[in-house]
């Protein structure tokens, strides 16, 4: 099969490589964007309880205006704002009022902190938009410009963050990690190739074929997202470099060696590309189908982000193993022995003497190596039992990103939570008006849960079947302190303490970022024995063996933990980081099912 695939590629290569240039251009004209989202309530299914309540919330409060953006001002020399700084910052917020974009609606500036060092105005999100969209990230873009020009005569500090300002600080710092990544990904492979090859063309061809590759590959999974409605994370990306490079490379370099290896045997390029593809090819298609079914696997997860995460990556694996077998060969065959200019080592076998002999000696002492290798990687993975999901995306933007800085200096004066409070919603569940009294004192008992700085009076519905409290938690809403409480405490307190006839349910980040927690813990029990399954058969019908894939499945397996051990060591134990973004451990996992087929050089 893969024989006769090579000879159709290397008989039509110009029709091969033009085809791929056609489809790239219609792909790239007629594909929607690819976008992307950090709000974690996206991401859950309608059946959770910070789902429920914000549905409920929704319908029972159409009219209220949650907060888009958060003006944080403080004096430029850090002392307490006097009556002209307050002054001032009534006048600054009212000119902004003005001047706001169309997803933001309206200023209200509250009066000065007790210690009198911040004094700060929400502004209000238009219905239009959710505060992680493009239009409210432009809206921030335009409030920090005005901003800056209101604020030349005065003595105060302006910085804005919210939910809009860290969507906006988190794409931009995004846009730069994307960069980074790129750069450093492509710099390591023309390293590699260079010291390996030495062909300058060789180093090139990488490049080439993945930005084809990745071009096509972001177009259809746009595609697809607009399609089935699926909702991507904002590092989806990056992980797409990652993972186009890598995988990419890989199935050329499988190519490369079997194309090298014909060429030293004496025959035609043309010939060499046939047998080379007749070799290599049925290794290159059984990795890369494995990845696939392996990304797959993530369909199955109750959390949308891995619902699209998964076909993502699937799609541009596939996109890889396609252009591994047909625009690769193609070019190679195109090129011939040009491939390796300048070098001329390629005609030279290698004696690889080093490898040899660690090669003899693992055949001499089988055991000991396995103890040895196998040892260090389980020391490894027991440190991967440690591992702490984060889902503060907040936690991850840069230090000096403006949202971050304007965080800080609130929490200087006010409660951590100040910036996102959860949000508690009472709902009849008779279809009688809930009692006024009942519901004081049901916010008296929830300003004792643990975990909570204050309770803002009910704000009770047109027809009096609903009412939602407002509650500040005293630790930052992204901490494990504050997940931890929401999780126990408030929920149960709340839970318990709902008036008869009613119900309670608490919404807010913080809830979300609970029952993304518990939707990650029903997920790893059965997405990931589902995609070890399927893997295990396509290994046992490759290798005609049911004791070979027990094994490769094993080694995977403690691959797979020692490097999420090594992460844990080097981030939370050596950095001090509280967690890992949670995407780390489920991407990770499916990523690790990639099968490297055997090669010589």
């Known amino acids: 099969m893969f024989k006769s695939l090579g000879d159709f590629v290397t008989r039509w290569r110009w029709l091969v ?64 704002l006097s009556a002209a700084d307050s002054a001032d910052v009534v006048s600054v917020s009212k000119s902004l009022e003005g001047e706001l974009g169309k997803a933001f609606e309206g200023i209200v500036v509250q009066a000065p902190s007790e210690n009198g060092l911040v004094q700060i105005a929400s502004v209000g999100l238009d219905k239009s938009a959710s505060g992680y969209d493009t239009q409210s990230m432009d809206a921030v873009k335009d409030l920090r410009a005005d901003a800056k020009k209101l604020l030349g005569d005065t003595d105060l500090r302006l910085g804005v963050t919210g939910n809009a300002a860290q969507s906006l600080d988190s794409q931009e710092s995004s846009e730069k990690t994307l960069a980074l990544v790129s750069v450093a990904t492509v710099l390591l492979i023309v390293t590699l190739l260079a010291l390996i090859f030495r062909s300058v063309i060789i180093c090139l061809l990488p490049i080439i074929v993945v930005a084809i590759v990745s071009t096509l590959a972001t177009g259809l999974i746009g595609t697809a997202n607009e399609i089935f409605d699926l909702k991507a994370d904002n590092s989806i990306q990056a992980i797409l470099i990652v993972v186009l490079f890598g995988i990419g490379t890989d199935y050329i370099l499988f190519l490369l060696f079997r194309y090298r290896e014909r060429l030293r045997a004496g025959e035609e390029p043309k010939v060499a590309v046939v047998n080379a593809m007749d070799r ?9 189908g494995a990845v696939i079914v392996s990304f797959m696997a ?34 190679v065959s195109l090129l ?25 000696s693992l055949g001499t002492h089988p055991l000991r190596f396995a103890l040895m290798s196998g040892g260090v990687l389980a020391v490894l993975a027991v440190f991967a039992l440690g591992f702490k999901p984060s889902f503060d995306f907040a936690s991850s933007l840069p230090k000096d990103a403006e949202s971050t800085i304007a965080l800080k200096t609130l929490q200087r004066s006010l409660p951590a939570g100040s910036t996102d409070p959860i949000q508690v919603i009472v709902h009849s569940t008779d279809g009688n008006k809930i009692d006024s009294d009942a519901l004081t004192t049901f916010g008296s008992e929830l300003a004792k849960a643990k975990g909570i700085a204050v309770v803002a009076p009910a704000q009770t519905s047109a027809d009096g079947t609903a009412a939602i409290f407002s509650a500040v938690l005293k630790d930052d809403p992204g901490s494990d302190e504050a997940i931890s409480n929401v999780k126990g405490p408030i929920r149960t307190l709340a839970h318990e303490s709902a008036p008869a006839g009613t119900e309670a349910f608490v919404g807010g980040n913080t809830s979300v970022t609970v029952d993304m927690d518990r939707a990650m813990a029903r997920d790893y029990s059965i997405v990931f024995p589902v995609a070890a399954l399927v893997i295990l058969l396509i290994l046992a019908l490759l290798l005609r063996s049911l004791v070979a894939p027990l094994y490769l499945m094993a080694s995977v397996g403690l691959g797979f933990g020692a490097t999420l051990g090594a992460a844990v060591i080097l981030f939370q134990h050596v950095q001090g980081e509280s967690g890992l973004i949670f995407l780390c451990r489920s991407t990770s996992t499916s990523s690790s099912w990639l099968l490297e087929p055997t090669t010589t050089s």
């Open 336 to 360: 011939g022995r040009a491939l390796f200019w300048p070098s001329k080592s390629w005609k030279t076998e290698p004696e690889g003497a080093r490898f040899t002999a660690i090669g003899k």
């Open 280 to 288: 290599a090819g049925e290794a290159i298609a059984s990795a890369g």
């Open 17 to 80: 490589i033009a085809a791929w240039i056609v489809f790239a251009v219609v792909v790239v004209v007629f594909s929607p964007k690819l976008t992307s989202t950090t709000d974690n309530s996206e991401f859950l299914p309608d059946h959770y309880e910070s789902i429920k309540a914000l549905t409920l919330q929704n319908e029972a409060f159409p009219a209220e205006t949650p907060t888009g953006a958060i003006l944080v001002f403080d004096r430029k020399d850090g002392e307490k």
């Open 298 to 331: 993530l369909v199955l997860s109750s959390l949308s982000i891995f619902r699209s995460i998964g076909p993502a990556l699937a799609i541009a694996v596939a996109v890889t193993l396609v252009a591994s077998l047909t625009l690769v060969p193609a070019v």
